[in-house]
């Protein structure tokens, strides 16, 4: 029995247009959350939440935070696939004037950050709080666009925080502003563990 090829051979045009088109459909995206309404890292580790239930693995690095809160702990008890890491104290940061010790874990964190994104080991990695990091000057600018210029194609990277650099939003593929309308802070409603404030 012989067989007969119909279609000729693909020559190396068609497997660069194959190659695009499987790159267009697993293309991992670039979100930044910024603004100065509240929900950006609730929005983030919804992403999360989303990612995990269809199998992926997230990291998130939590930029000047020290405080074990609400998304940390949910991962630590009932998440697996979801690794937090906390990169700072529980102390406020000096915009103008932060102290050594908030630029020594900002840059550490930055380290791991570099470290997680290279690994392959997660589909999904959330830098809290890093627009704000780079803000105050705790992490280079020019270390973040590298960071995201050179991630691996298929890794989704969330960026949080205010004050997003308008370099930092050009090269996201997704960009959010929260505008604060009414916070319940001007109605004298004290903070409470477990809901957003």
């Given at each position: 029995?012989?067989?007969?090829?119909?279609?000729?051979?693909?020559?190396?045009?068609?497997?660069?247009?194959?190659?695009?088109?499987?790159?267009?459909?697993?293309?991992?995206?670039?979100i930044v959350n910024t603004g100065n309404g509240k929900g950006k890292t609730t929005a983030a580790f919804g992403q999360a939440l989303r990612a995990i239930g269809h199998g992926y693995k997230v990291c998130a690095i939590q930029f000047m935070k020290g405080r074990a809160y609400g998304e940390y702990q949910s991962a630590e008890k009932y998440l697996?696939?979801?690794?937090?890491?906390?990169?700072?104290?529980?102390?406020?940061?000096?915009?103008?004037?932060?102290?050594?010790?908030?630029?020594?874990?900002?840059?550490?964190?930055?380290a791991?950050?570099?470290?997680?994104?290279?690994?392959?080991?997660?589909?999904?990695?959330?830098?809290?709080?890093?627009?704000?990091?780079?803000d105050f000057k705790l992490i280079p600018l020019q270390d973040v666009i590298d960071l995201v210029n050179n991630k691996p194609p298929d890794l989704d990277l969330i960026l949080t925080g205010r004050y997003a650099h308008?370099?930092?939003?050009?090269l996201a593929d997704t960009v959010t502003e929260m505008k604060e309308i009414k916070h319940h802070y001007a109605a004298g409603i004290k903070d409470r563990a477990g809901i957003e404030y």
């Open positions: 029995m012989s067989v007969d090829k119909i279609d000729p051979p693909m020559d190396d045009s068609d497997q660069n247009e194959l190659k695009k088109i499987r790159e267009q459909f697993t293309k991992g995206i670039v697996p696939n979801l690794t937090v890491h906390l990169v700072g104290l529980d102390s406020f940061v000096m915009r103008d004037n932060p102290a050594p010790v908030d630029i020594e874990m900002a840059r550490k964190g930055f791991l950050a570099q470290k997680v994104i290279s690994s392959g080991e997660f589909d999904m990695v959330i830098l809290d709080e890093i627009n704000v990091a780079i308008p370099d930092i939003v050009k």
